[in-house]
């Protein structure tokens, strides 16, 4: 995806840097080229992690930098995952209890 093209990262504030100015989060980068392209959120996000663990690298850091940002951005990472599930599990949990609080009777 070229819309991460020239961008870059900063791991302590958990933003993805546009040429433009623009820093947003994971979701909001992945909205940014959702409304882009209108290609599915979902993939969006997926590709947006893969890329930072995968395929963005920052030039210039030496190997214990370039150690320390790989770490947070898998705890950047893992924060955002779980942030995910918690929102998943809370939707489920309000569909379950709408689903059991409606009346039979």
């Given at each position: 995806?070229?819309?991460?093209?020239?961008?870059?990262?900063?791991?302590?504030?958990?933003?993805?840097?546009?040429?433009?100015?623009?820093?947003?989060?994971?979701?909001?980068?992945?909205?940014?080229?959702?409304?882009?392209?209108?290609?599915?959120?979902?993939?969006?996000?997926?590709?947006?992690?893969?890329?930072?663990?995968?395929?963005y690298e920052p030039?210039?850091?030496?190997?214990?930098?370039?150690?320390?940002?790989?770490?947070?951005?898998?705890?950047?990472?893992?924060?955002?995952?779980?942030?995910?599930?918690?929102?998943?599990?809370?939707?489920?949990?309000?569909?379950?209890?709408?689903?059991?609080?409606?009346?039979?009777?």
């Amino acid at each position: 995806m070229d819309s991460l093209e020239g961008c870059s990262v900063d791991p302590h504030q958990k933003v993805i840097a546009f040429d433009d100015g623009e820093r947003l989060s994971i979701n909001e980068t992945a909205r940014r080229i959702h409304n882009q392209s209108k290609l599915r959120l979902d993939k969006i996000e997926s590709h947006v992690v893969g890329w930072l663990q995968m395929h963005y690298e920052p030039e210039g850091l030496s190997e214990q930098q370039m150690e320390q940002f790989e770490n947070l951005i898998n705890a950047w990472i893992q924060n955002y995952q779980n942030s995910q599930q918690t929102n998943n599990d809370s939707t489920d949990n309000s569909v379950l209890t709408s689903f059991l609080s409606f009346s039979f009777f």
